[in-house]
């Protein structure tokens, strides 16, 4: 039993973990619960010994839309959820990183935000042809501690890293896999997720959990050399005259 809030399902079968991001009437959006329970899910996922592959996707037409509006707002108002979200940021990153359960995400729907940063962590993607990739943290006027300029440079040129993080674009499906930020484009991505999950859950466990962490040391070294930095930035951007005008035109827009 996992000790998650409900805005995320971990689903049993057999040795799979199916974990749905569950906020569908908001597009999975990220509120304070379901940023909590991310930080919460991979220590317990890693302890979880039945486990041997998940897969990770989203409820409803998105498999997330970014920081909710309204969590945003909060987080400009109180500085202890900021505090705690800055730490659960880092608890996100290092968990994802260090869990010995391979996790092979279907991005059903736009991939937003946190919701790319998951993406970006994970061990192999397959994308919908209508999903999408976007880290707009900074058109928000905030620093990505826990998104795409952390890991983008491992996976894709720094050219290009620099320029989606620079401008929060969308890069579609296509692009993402020519890019090296997801694998596959796929007409039904969590059924081939499943498929390659089911896949790893067969092999010897020792020799695939052994071999993603060795692959994932360079992911953590890299991660580790900047999320100090990030973390503060970060924390910095949440307290700006820019990020705070931001909040509240888009609060208003959506009342």
């Known amino acids: 039993m996992y000790d998650i809030p409900e805005e995320i399902q971990v689903r049993a079968d057999g040795p799979l973990r199916f974990i749905t991001l569950n906020r569908p009437d908001a597009l999975n959006a990220v509120n304070d619960a379901l940023h909590t329970g991310l930080a919460k899910l991979w220590p317990q996922l890693a302890d ?35 505090a705690k979200t800055i730490a659960h940021g880092r608890e ?73 993080a620079l401008t929060g674009a969308r890069i579609s499906a296509d692009r993402a896999v020519a890019m090296g930020l997801a694998n596959h484009v796929a007409g039904d991505a969590l059924k081939e997720a499943t498929s390659t999950a089911e896949r790893i859950a067969t092999l010897p466990r020792q020799a695939v959990e052994s071999t993603k962490r060795l692959l994932n040391l360079h992911l953590e070294r890299a991660v580790l050399n900047t999320l100090d930095y990030a973390m503060t930035a970060e924390e910095q951007s949440f307290q700006t005259d820019d990020f705070a005008a931001i909040v509240t035109r888009l609060t208003a827009k959506k009342d």
Request: aromatic share 6%; with cysteine; charged share 20%.
């Open 92 to 164: 996100i990153v290092l968990g994802m990183a260090r869990c010995r359960v391979p996790v092979v995400t279907a991005v059903n729907g736009p991939a937003v935000g946190l919701g790319c940063s998951l993406v970006a962590l994970s061990d192999i993607v397959y994308m919908d042809p209508s999903a999408y990739l976007a880290d707009p943290h900074v058109q928000v006027g905030l620093v990505a501690a826990d998104g795409g300029p952390l890991t983008w440079p491992l996976h894709t040129s720094l050219l290009h890293a620099k320029e989606y």
């Open 48 to 82: 979880d010994r039945d486990a041997r592959a998940a897969v990770l996707t989203g409820a409803g037409r998105a498999f997330s839309a970014g920081g909710d509006f309204a969590y945003l707002a909060e987080l400009k108002d109180d500085a202890d959820l900021r």
